[in-house]
C-alpha cells in the first residue's frame, strides 16, 4: 500500500519557524500585558517570604501579642470608611514596590573580560588577608565575587590606575605589618613598576589604592617664587600640597607642586637633614638649597668630601666661607657657633630694650655641611676634637638667631652623626632606592607609597617634622665645572651665582680692550677660524677666567 504524503504544515521547515516566531511573539505580548500581574505577585510571594522569616526570628512569648495587635490593626482598617479597598490598594501598591526588578541594566562601560578576571583574581587574593573563619556572612569569601567587595574601578591601557575596596571592621587595620602585607599584595596584583599610593578610611573600614605617574625630571635649578626664608626642596604630587610655583622646563612654563621648607625664627623645622647613598643627589639638593639661600642670607659650607663640588661658589657675594679641609672647617664651625651666640645676645639686647633687632642679625645665616662624619673619622685619626660637636649651639638656637643648618651624609654612616644632629634636624630627606623599613628609619614615619622601580638621581621622599611623607624630586643641580654634566644644566646653575654676570661683563671689556689693541691681521686669524671658540669653556665662561678663579681659590 502506498504511503500517504504528510501534510505540508508538517514538512515544511519555514511554516515551523513562523509558528515559532508567532509563539514567541505571543508570550512577549502577554508578558508585557501581564507585566503589572507578575510583578505584584513577585511582590507578595516576597511580602510572604519576609513575613515566614519574622514569624520566625520573633520568640514564642512574643507571637502573641504581636497576633493580637495585628488583628486590631485588620478590625481598625475594616471600620474605618473606605477601609477595605485602601487597605488592598496599600497592599498591592507594597507588593509591586518589592516585586520590582531590582537588577542594574549593564553599564555601557563596564569591565571587560579581561578586566573582570583581574579584579576577581585580586579579590581572591585578598580572601586570607581579610576574612575570617567565624563570620557568618564574610565579605570576602573563595565562592564569592569581586562586586560586593569593590565599590570602584579604573583602568587606563589594560592596567588598574584606580580601586576603591571595602574591608570587614575585624581586620586589624591598625597594624603597620597587617596594613603592609595588605599593600604588597595588591602591589604585585595591580602591576609592579609603578607607584602605588594607598590611602587607608579606618573610620569607614575602606582602601583606596591609586596609580601615580612619575615625577618629572626635566626641572632644572632656577629661581623659585618663594617669601624669605622659604627654600624649594624639591617637587611631589599635585594632590599632597596646597601649592603651586611656576617652573620653568624644556623651555616651557608650568606650574608644579613644590615641597617648601621654612626656615627662620618663626619655623618649626629649622635644620635640616638629608641621607642617600652615592650618587643620588644629595649634594645637588645643597647646591640647590645654597642658591637659594644667597638671594636673601649668607651661606658656610663645608665640604667634608674634598671633591671641590661647591668650588663655584667660593667668593661670590654672600658666600662667607667654602671649607674642605679639617681645620679650616674647624675654624669656621666655631666661628658659626661664636656668630650664633653674638646673634642670640643682641636678640636679647634688643628685645629688652624694645628696640628692633639689627640688621646683620635678622640676615638668614645658613650652614651648610656635606659629609660630616669624614671629618669625623679624619678628626679621629689626628686626634683632634669632633667638628661636629661645634654645630650644637648652631642646632640648638640657631631658630631665634635665623640660622639654619642643612646636612648631608650617606645613608651607610648615619651611625657616626652626632647625637645633637639626629635630635635637631626634624626636617628630613632620603634619597635613592631604599626599602620601605629603611625610609621609616630615617623620616620616623611609614611611607604611603609603593618603591619606585626606576629610581632617577634626585628622588625620594621627605618628610618635615610631623607631616606626612612626600614624594620628592630634587630640581637638577649639578657641578658647573663637571664636564660630564649637561650643558644646560651647567648654564643653569652659573647663571644663579651671584656676581657671575659682573665678572663675565668685565672679562668680556677686558677682552675687548685686548683685541683693539692687536693688528687686525692678528685678531682676524685665520680663514675658518674663530678666534674665541678657543678661550670660551663649555658652559659659556672663558678658559681664562676659570683658571684665574681656580688660581684665586688656590691662593686664598
Known sequence: ????????????????????????????????????????????????????????????????????????????????????????????????????????????????????????????????????????????????????????????????????????????????????????????????????????????????????PPLPTDVVAQRFVTSPGETVLGFT??????????????????????????????STEPHLLALGQPGTGTTSLLRSIALQALVHGDVVVIDGGGAGEYAFLAGRPGVLAVEDGLLGASATLEWAAHETERRLIAVNRARQAGNPVAEDVRRPLWILVDRPTALTQLASAEGRPDPQLLLDVPLRHGRTANVSVAVVDQLDATEGLAPVVIAQTRARVVLGHLAPEHVAAVLGAQQRTTPAADVPAGRGYARLGTGP??????????????????????????????????????????????AAGEPADAAAGEPG??????????????????????ADLELG
Do not use: C
Open 469 to 514: 611623607v612626600l614624594r620628592l624630586q630634587v630640581p637638577a643641580t649639578p657641578d658647573p665645572y663637571d664636564e660630564d654634566a649637561p650643558e644646560a644644566e651647567r648654564v643653569a646653575v652659573l647663571s644663579l651665582v651671584p656676581g657671575l654676570q659682573e665678572a663675565r661683563d668685565a672679562q668680556d671689556a677686558e677682552d675687548a680692550e685686548d
Open 1 to 212: 500500500m502506498a504511503r500517504r504524503p504528510l501534510p505540508a504544515i508538517l514538512t515544511s521547515r519555514p511554516a515551523l519557524a513562523r509558528g515559532r516566531d508567532i509563539a514567541r511573539t505571543a508570550a512577549d505580548g502577554a508578558t508585557d500585558v501581564l507585566h503589572p500581574v507578575i510583578t505584584i505577585a513577585r511582590g507578595m510571594r516576597r511580602q510572604a517570604a519576609w513575613a515566614g522569616g519574622w514569624w520566625g526570628r520573633t520568640p514564642k512569648d512574643r507571637r502573641a501579642p504581636a497576633l493580637l495587635l495585628g488583628a486590631a490593626a485588620v478590625v481598625i482598617v475594616v471600620m474605618m470608611p473606605y477601609g477595605p479597598i485602601l487597605g488592598a490598594v496599600a497592599l498591592m501598591a507594597s507588593a509591586a514596590w518589592m516585586g520590582r526588578d531590582r537588577s542594574a541594566p549593564a553599564a555601557p562601560g563596564g569591565p571587560n573580560d579581561a578586566e573582570t578576571g583581574r579584579l576577581q583574581s585580586m579579590y581572591e587574593a585578598l580572601v586570607p588577608y581579610l576574612s575570617a573563619s567565624g563570620d557568618p556572612a564574610p565579605m570576602y569569601a573563595h565562592d564569592g565575587s569581586w562586586q560586593k567587595a569593590f565599590s570602584s574601578y579604573e583602568f587606563q591601557d589594560g592596567r588598574l590606575t584606580h580601586l576603591h575596596l571595602r574591608y570587614p571592621a575585624y581586620f586589624t587595620d591598625g597594624e603597620a605589618d597587617s596594613r603592609a602585607r595588605v599593600e604588597q599584595l595588591l602591589h604585585a596584583k595591580a602591576g609592579r613598576g609603578r607607584e602605588y599610593r594607598f590611602d587607608w578610611n579606618e573610620e569607614e573600614n575602606h582602601l583606596t589604592l591609586v596609580a601615580l
Open 529 to 550: 677660524e674663530d678666534p674665541e671658540a678657543e678661550a670660551v669653556g663649555p658652559v659659556g665662561l672663558r678658559k681664562e677666567a676659570v683658571v684665574r678663579t681656580v
Open 237 to 266: 604630587d599635585a594632590d599632597s600640597v596646597q601649592r603651586t610655583v611656576p617652573v620653568l622646563a624644556d623651555g616651557e612654563t608650568r606650574d608644579a607642586p613644590p615641597v617648601v621648607w621654612r626656615g627662620g625664627a618663626r
